[in-house]
């Protein structure tokens, strides 16, 4: 069976047709639904993507039967521009989630998180790449598409002479993944949030790895 599935997976680069897939996976998978209502956890979605979109010089998406399944973004940071079109639109959905209170309040946590990454990294060496997206549908987690999208990203690195990377990732997400890829945890913080009365408590770290 899982021969099967894997025979029908397609790898390449990102195209504009697979956004509306892709910020599916993302809302599902970080559960905007659960401290938010349906279009402002779709908004989150559309906002988180854009600004990783926005923050990359290579894309690979994992394709099955035609439908975006994974994504995988990585970022030469010496050599990484921004086109003026993933700005407009990272632009246009923050402006879009900041036209209702509960996208303001949403858009709290993004702050909340980005500070807290610069914080991390401001600890670590620099570093020459970044992997600034990587995710997976929850239905083919386990069938080894995470792992082939993450050796092309390897491969990336090896053709840009990069020879090491980092990234952030937190307990919302499977950072074991990483550890079994040998990458290293180099620094770790506690936050406690309130979402809907309710406060909940993440862990978020750097990994790293050397080539």
């Not at 349906?38 to 690979?60: D, E, G």
């Not at 209702?100 to 949403?106: C, D, F």
């Not at 090491?164 to 406690?192: A, P």
Request: charged share 25%.
């Amino acid at each position: 069976m899982e021969t099967g599935r894997m025979m029908k997976m397609e790898f390449r680069e990102f195209r504009k047709e697979d956004i509306p897939a892709l910020e599916g996976i993302i809302r599902q998978t970080w559960n905007y639904d659960k401290f938010a209502s349906p279009k402002t956890a779709q908004k989150l979605a559309r906002v988180f993507l854009s600004s990783c979109l926005a923050n990359q010089t290579f894309s690979q998406v994992a394709v099955e039967n035609g439908k975006p399944v994974g994504i995988i973004l990585g970022k030469n940071i010496a050599v990484h521009k921004c086109p003026i079109s993933y700005r407009w639109k990272q632009i246009c959905s923050l402006i879009s989630l900041y036209l209702t209170k509960e996208g303001r309040n949403a858009s709290e946590i993004f702050g909340s998180v980005n500070g807290i990454d610069k914080e991390l990294l401001a600890t670590c060496r620099p570093y020459p790449a970044e992997l600034a997206l990587f995710v997976i549908s929850p239905d083919c987690r386990g069938k080894g598409v995470g792992k082939q999208l993450y050796q092309r990203f390897l491969q990336y690195l090896k053709k840009e002479h990069l020879d090491s990377f980092y990234l952030y990732t937190d307990t919302s997400c499977n950072y074991g993944f990483y550890e079994h890829q040998g990458m290293v945890r180099r620094c770790e913080k506690e936050h406690i949030f309130t979402v809907n009365q309710q406060r909940s408590k993440m862990t978020f770290f750097i990994y790293d790895c050397e080539i």
